[in-house]
């Protein structure tokens, strides 16, 4: 009779499809909150069991001997959090003289701050395996978990987190790079920093996320410094390359992968362009600026471009010049095929 699987293993395996690829993710904020939301889960969802084990004496597949009392399924746990709400399915016992309370879900609630704030760092920042189990310890309360169990599950996050900080890059078939500093949702979560998210599109159509590292700014030093850990792993040089305007940002992309084609990114581009338009204003201004973006080709953005300018220059001469900012990097995604665009 085959084993059914653990929640806690559905978990991990729904954490290895994002970071394979096979997760729907738009950006690197979306990707970076799913891994947040999943990762959360994932730790409370080995905790919980844990605790179950222990209550039982026993691991899930060992024999029941003369203990006494027995595992009855699952309830349907939520946690309502700032990220979202988090599901989890809290281990049941039947069998046993008093009737089984999980000490750790009646704990959760007043600390799943320090839980997320735990999965953030962990895996952006490469804390020690001394601070994971800290971590763990005030996240789900050390009275209701042993500290071997604590330091056992610290141990297992440590090597899965290790294991995707460095593993091999050279068999994914990276087609476009996207790179972005993300602060939101990270503020929410009581982080000051930023995470760079470097993610990409494959050949065959998967987002795969690459590399994440807690920074404070994106100067050169840093950013380079992550794109050379990428070609050490084996990622090759990529098409294009979505970024912001960061300089420091550009420079990094110039020095390593020369060949590539950079692309401005028009999220970013769109968010400064309204900051410098009066909001009446902005519908019909941000609707040429789209026609602009979405030309045929590049020689027809650039006359729509011209035109846009010159309607405007006078009136909205900062948004204007925030237009003409980049410029060649701002249309270079009119050099890919069409189909790959949007």
Known sequence: MEKKIAPSEQKAQALRALLQGQADGQSGEELLSLLVRLSTERILQEALEEEQAMALGRGRYEARGEKVGYRNGYESGTLKTGEGVQHVKVPQIRGQQDPYRSQLWRNVGHTSDVLRKLIVEMYVGGMSQRDIEYGLEQAVGQFVLSKSTVSDLAES?????????????????????????????????????GVLCVWAICEDGRKVLLSLSLTNSESYESCVEVLRDLGKRGMQPPVTITTDGALGLTKAIDTMWPQSLRIRCWFHKMQNLEQ?????????????????????SRKKAEERRDQLVALYQREFPEACRCLLDDAEASLNHLEVPQRHQQ
């Not at 890059?169 to 009581?190: K, M, N, Q």
């Open 276 to 296: 410098k338009v009066p909001e009446q204003a902005w519908p019909a201004f941000k609707a040429l600026v789209a026609d602009m973006r979405d030309a045929p």
């Open 157 to 193: 996050l440590t090597e899965e987190y290790d294991a995707f900080r460095t593993r091999d890059l050279s068999h994914e078939p990276v087609a476009y790079l996207f790179i972005d500093t993300v602060y939101e949702p990270l503020r929410r979560w009581g982080q000051k920093t």
